[in-house]
Each structure stands twice: as structure tokens, then as C-alpha cells.
């Protein structure tokens, strides 16, 4: 038997009234019950950094797990979920160019979100998941937000090879609805042969379930709806993906696969966990530029470097 089964068992006796079998029941993270957290723990050892599940394979193995479960449960949340949620510092949820001490953006050197949009408009033309062209917007993978410490913003652009949130290659031209379900952990881009594909998240383990079912063929509807505007002979589903078209194919200027990845990472956790996004944690991108609680984020910082929190090591492989 490998680790991740025993670590699994472990969880199965710790939760003991989760059904292993069975979606938990969908809850905001403040009211988690026992079948989210096992949920949760399960996504990280199936989907989850290796250093991640090494963790919690050591913390099984040697009967740590009940004294650190509720760190370890809030530091792999940081981790995976927290970047796509509202910042908790009090202060805007965006980080406008510049705002950090000593950032290059202070100097104009970096691109900004307005750039950022005209450029993707060029690369994509029109949303890239349901090809329509109203009401598109500039989607960040990663570091959309102002996400404070542990999260740090420039942690996730260096874990995916970025050096600015607002390049290109940080970036998908969405239309709103679109938008909103990517941020909220409804749909990712997988890579799949070697192409950026499209996938909805189905909440249940029936792959017959009827919403999403529809969903899927919904928009597969609004695909073929829109097909006849394009002369690049795109079709809307390709053996049995929904493959990303682009105006412009230039292998530099398309979306970081290690940033996509990240995003699908958090996706499938999430659903494991069955995840809820209170309202007043949704925010979407937007052009508005405000600052940022930097006393605050230095709080979290000492909190997070305190003796009294594990601290695995932040940087992926």
C-alpha cells in the first residue's frame, strides 16, 4: 500500500462520520464539517504539490495529525484557495503597478492592466471559452488579487515563471460570465495533447449529473452559435475537448502553463472540498487602481514566521 492510501485511511478514521464515498455537503469555509475537511485533505494528497503530500503523509505517519490538523487545513487553504478569494486585509482587493516598495512598476517599466487587456484582446479577439465579443474582460490566473501574507502576490508570479501580474501571458480575454465562473473555481484550462483546453468543474462524481451536463452542452450551443464569425476553421469541440483558439498564435505571447496549472490545482481541490465563496469574498478584475495595507500584510507575516505554525517550504518544484 503507498502513502497516500495510508494517509488517506488515516483521514478516514480522524473523520469518522465523513462518508468517503459522497461529495460533502457544500458549506463556506467558516462552517466546515468533518466530510469538507476530508474532502479538502483527500484533494491535496490526489492534486496537491508533492511537498505538500509528503506533509501530510509525515504528519499521518507519525500520529501528529491532530495537533497540527487545523494549521496545516488554514496553511494549504492559503495556499491553494486563498489566491482566488477577496483580500482579507480591509483594503482594495486589487494591487495596482507600482504599489509595492521597490517594485519595477514605480519606474513605468512594467505593463499595466489597461496594457494588459488591449494586449489580450489582440491574442484572443474574443473570449476565449464561449468565443462571444460583448462585455470582455481582462482575466488574471494568478495574483489577481490582494492576496497578504502567507499568499504573497510575487510568490505566485515566481512559482509560474512570471515576472508582472499584468503580462500577457498572466492573462485570458473572458467575457463576465465567463470570468466569474473561472474565478470562482467553476472552470480551468487543462493542457491536454500539448493544447490549452477548456473543463467545467462537475460538483458531483456522476459524470452523467444533469447540471453538468447542460452546462457542457450549453456551451457547446454558444460555440457553434458563434462559429461562422471566424476564418481560422475553429471547431467547437476537437475529439472531446474544447479547445482555446487565438488570433494570434506567437508561442511567447500565450498563457503560462504553470500558471494554468496552479488555477486547475485549486479547482479540483475546491471541488473536493465542496468549497462555497461567500458573496462578499467575490471580486472580479477591474481597471481601478488603489493601495494596499502594507502594516497589515507585515502582521501576517510575523504571525506566519511565529514558532507557534508549520512552515513547509513555499516554493513549488
Known amino acids: 500500500m503507498d502513502n497516500s492510501s495510508t494517509a488517506k485511511e488515516m483521514l478516514q478514521r480522524h473523520y469518522s462520520t465523513a462518508d468517503p464515498l459522497a461529495i460533502p455537503t457544500q458549506r463556506i469555509r467558516s462552517e466546515w464539517k468533518e466530510d469538507n475537511k476530508f474532502g479538502f485533505l483527500c484533494g491535496i494528497l490526489e492534486h496537491g504539490e508533492q511537498q505538500h503530500r509528503e506533509e501530510l503523509v509525515r504528519l499521518s505517519s507519525d500520529g501528529g495529525f491532530a495537533e497540527h490538523e487545523d494549521v496545516f487545513i488554514d496553511q494549504m487553504f492559503d495556499h491553494y484557495i486563498r489566491p482566488y478569494f477577496k483580500s482579507y486585509s480591509g483594503s482594495s482587493c486589487h494591487t495596482p503597478v507600482g504599489s509595492r516598495p521597490g517594485s519595477a512598476g514605480s519606474s513605468g517599466s512594467e505593463p499595466t492592466h489597461r496594457q494588459m487587456k488591449k494586449a489580450l484582446e489582440a491574442r484572443d479577439g474574443v473570449c476565449l471559452f464561449c468565443w462571444d465579443n460583448l462585455e470582455c474582460e481582462a482575466s488574471h490566473i494568478v495574483a489577481r488579487k490582494n492576496v497578504p501574507f502567507p499568499q504573497d502576490e510575487q510568490c505566485l508570479l515566481q512559482r509560474a515563471g512570471l515576472q508582472s501580474k499584468h503580462q500577457v501571458q498572466n492573462g485570458l480575454y473572458l467575457c463576465n460570465k465567463c470570468h466569474s465562473q473561472f474565478d470562482k473555481l467553476k472552470r480551468y484550462v487543462d493542457v491536454v495533447d500539448d493544447r490549452l483546453v477548456l473543463k467545467i468543474v462537475n460538483q458531483t462524481n456522476d459524470k452523467n449529473d444533469p447540471t453538468f451536463k447542460y452546462a457542457v452542452s450549453d456551451l457547446g450551443i454558444d460555440r457553434i452559435k458563434r462559429n461562422g464569425r471566424f476564418p481560422d476553421g475553429r471547431s467547437q469541440v476537437e475529439g472531446q475537448e474544447m479547445r482555446l483558439w487565438f488570433m494570434d498564435n506567437n508561442a511567447d ?52 514566521d511565529s514558532a507557534r505554525t508549520l512552515r513547509p517550504d513555499q516554493h513549488a518544484e
Open 253 to 304: 505571447i500565450q498563457p503560462n502553463r504553470a500558471a494554468v496549472q496552479f488555477h486547475r490545482t485549486a479547482c479540483l481541490i475546491w471541488r473536493m472540498a465542496r468549497g462555497a465563496d461567500p458573496e462578499d469574498e467575490y471580486c472580479s478584475d477591474c481597471d481601478s487602481d488603489t493601495g494596499v495595507d502594507y502594516l497589515q500584510k507585515e502582521r501576517l507575516q510575523r504571525l506566519w
